[in-house]
C-alpha cells in the first residue's frame, strides 16, 4: 500500500511536472546573461601563435611552389593596386579590409589546404592569421617576411662571400635557380645562351703541299 | 566540452555502436509504454488517447530546456550541433503525406519498425508500404527534384528566423505544450471512453 499522503501528492503529479517544466523554464529566462566568449579559447591561439608551424619561410615556400606541391594556397591580403604590381604566381588576391566577407570564406575556412598569408611584410598576414585563427580556422601559415623578403631571398638572392661557408654557397645556388625559374635571367645565363649561337669554327684542313724539291742539277748528261 | 564525439572525448569509432545502443533502448522504450499500438498513437487524431502528444512535446521540451541549461553552462557548445536544413515545401508536402499516412495507418515510421518487431501484421503492411513508397519516390526522383532540393533556407531556427530571444521563445513554447497538455486532457474526457 503506498502512503495515503503519497498518494494524496502522487494525484497532482502532472501538475507538479508541469510547474517543475515553467520554473525551468522561466529560469533561462531570469538567469543573467553573460557575453559568450566566440571562436577558440585564448589559451589555444597562443599555443597556435608559439607554434614553430606558424611560419613558413621564402626558401619553402619556393621550393613547394617548384615542386608543384599541390596541398596549399596563398592568400595574398594585400590591396589590389600592390597585388597588380608583384604577386606570387597563382597567389589569390584578398585585401585584409574584405578578409572576413562571404566570398572570402570559401577560400579560408576548409580543410583541404594549408593556408599561407602573404604581405609586403608579414605584419598585416599576421593580423589576417589572427583574426582567422580567432574564427577556428584551419592550416594557416604566414609567409615569414612577406613579399620583402621573397624579393630579397628568391629574386635577388645575395651573392655570399667567398669567406661563407658551403651551406650558404648551396642556399645561394638553390636560391639563384629558384628565381630563374620564376623569371629571373641572369647575366651569365645570357652568356650560356649565346653560346650555343656561336658557330664551330671548323678549322680549315690545311693540307700542306709539299713543294717538290728542286732536283739539284745535277751535272752531265 | 561538448558534444562529445566532435570534440574527441568520446573517440569517432564509438559513433555507431552508441547509435545502436540508443536505438535499442529507444525501441525498448517505445514498445513497453504501448506505441507498438496503432490504436494508441491513431488517438490523438480521435481524440480518445494523447499519449503521442504529451510524449513527444514532453520530449522536445526536456531537451530544448536541458540543452539551453547545458549550453550556458558551459558543457556543451550549442553552436556545434546539427540543424536540420529547411527545405520549406519539400517539408510542407512531406509533412502532409506522413500525416495522412499516420492517420490512416496509426504508425509513424519508428514505431510502425518497433511494431513490426512484436509481430503486428498491420505494421509489416505499413513497412512494405513504406518500401513501395521510397521505390516510387526513387523512380521518379527526377520528377520530385525541384521540389525536394528547392526552396532551400539553410540550417535555420525559428530563433533566426523570427529574430527572437531564444529563452523567451522556449519559455513561451513550454506555457504552449502546458496549455495543449491541459486542452487535450478536457477533450479526453469528454469523450467516451475506448477500450483497445
Known amino acids: 500500500m503506498v502512503n495515503r499522503k503519497v498518494a494524496k501528492v502522487l494525484t497532482f503529479r502532472y501538475k507538479i511536472l508541469a510547474g517543475i517544466f515553467l520554473l525551468l523554464a522561466a529560469g533561462l529566462v531570469l538567469l543573467p546573461k553573460y557575453e559568450k566568449h566566440e571562436g577558440i579559447k585564448p589559451e589555444e591561439l597562443l599555443s597556435n601563435a608559439i607554434s614553430p608551424e606558424r611560419y613558413i619561410s621564402t626558401d619553402e615556400l619556393a621550393n613547394k611552389i617548384i615542386n608543384q606541391d599541390p596541398s596549399f594556397i596563398m592568400i595574398d591580403v594585400r590591396n589590389e593596386n600592390e597585388f597588380n604590381k608583384y604577386s606570387i604566381p597563382n597567389s589569390i588576391n584578398i585585401p585584409l579590409k574584405k578578409l572576413l566577407d562571404e566570398d572570402a570564406i570559401g577560400y579560408l575556412n576548409q580543410n583541404q589546404y594549408d593556408v599561407i598569408f602573404i604581405s609586403n611584410d608579414h605584419f598585416y598576414a599576421d593580423q589576417a592569421w589572427v583574426l582567422c585563427n580567432r574564427l577556428d580556422y584551419k592550416n594557416l601559415r604566414v609567409l615569414k617576411g612577406g613579399i620583402n623578403n621573397w624579393y630579397l631571398t628568391i629574386i635577388n638572392p645575395t651573392k655570399p662571400t667567398e669567406n661563407m661557408p658551403a651551406e650558404d654557397f648551396e642556399l645561394y645556388s638553390f636560391r639563384k635557380s629558384a628565381s630563374m625559374f620564376f623569371g629571373v635571367v641572369y647575366p651569365e645565363q645570357l652568356k650560356i645562351e649565346k653560346k650555343p649561337e656561336v658557330k664551330k669554327v671548323t678549322p680549315k684542313k690545311v693540307i700542306p703541299i709539299k713543294k717538290k724539291k728542286k732536283m739539284p742539277v745535277e751535272g752531265g748528261c | ?196
Not at chain 2, 522556449?170 to 474526457?189: N, Q
Request: charged share 10%.
Open chain 2, 1 to 196: 566540452m561538448g558534444p562529445l564525439i566532435p570534440n574527441g572525448v568520446i573517440p569517432y569509432e564509438w559513433n555507431n555502436i552508441i547509435a545502436i545502443i540508443i536505438g535499442i533502448v529507444f525501441g525498448f522504450v517505445l514498445e513497453a509504454s504501448g506505441f507498438s499500438s496503432s490504436r494508441k498513437l491513431a488517438g490523438v487524431f480521435y481524440g480518445y488517447d494523447f499519449a503521442v502528444l504529451k510524449v513527444f512535446f514532453t520530449a522536445a521540451l526536456v531537451s530544448l530546456i536541458g540543452i539551453l541549461y547545458m549550453d550556458y553552462l558551459g558543457y556543451i557548445n550549442m553552436e556545434q550541433l546539427y540543424v536540420h536544413p529547411t527545405y520549406l515545401w519539400g517539408a510542407i508536402i512531406g509533412g502532409v503525406i506522413m500525416g495522412v499516412g499516420f492517420v490512416s495507418a496509426g504508425f509513424c515510421p519508428g514505431t510502425s519498425l518497433c511494431a513490426v518487431a512484436i509481430g503486428k501484421i498491420d505494421a509489416i503492411v505499413y513497412v512494405i508500404g513504406i518500401m513501395v513508397g521510397i521505390f516510387i519516390f526513387s523512380e521518379l526522383y527526377t520528377v520530385f527534384q525541384p521540389l525536394y532540393e528547392g526552396y532551400f533556407y539553410g540550417n535555420i531556427t525559428l530563433m533566426d528566423s523570427f529574430g527572437i530571444n531564444r529563452y523567451w521563445f522556449v519559455f513561451v513554447f513550454t506555457i504552449i505544450a502546458i496549455l495543449a497538455f491541459v486542452i487535450s486532457d478536457l477533450i479526453r474526457k469528454r469523450r467516451k471512453k475506448i477500450f483497445y
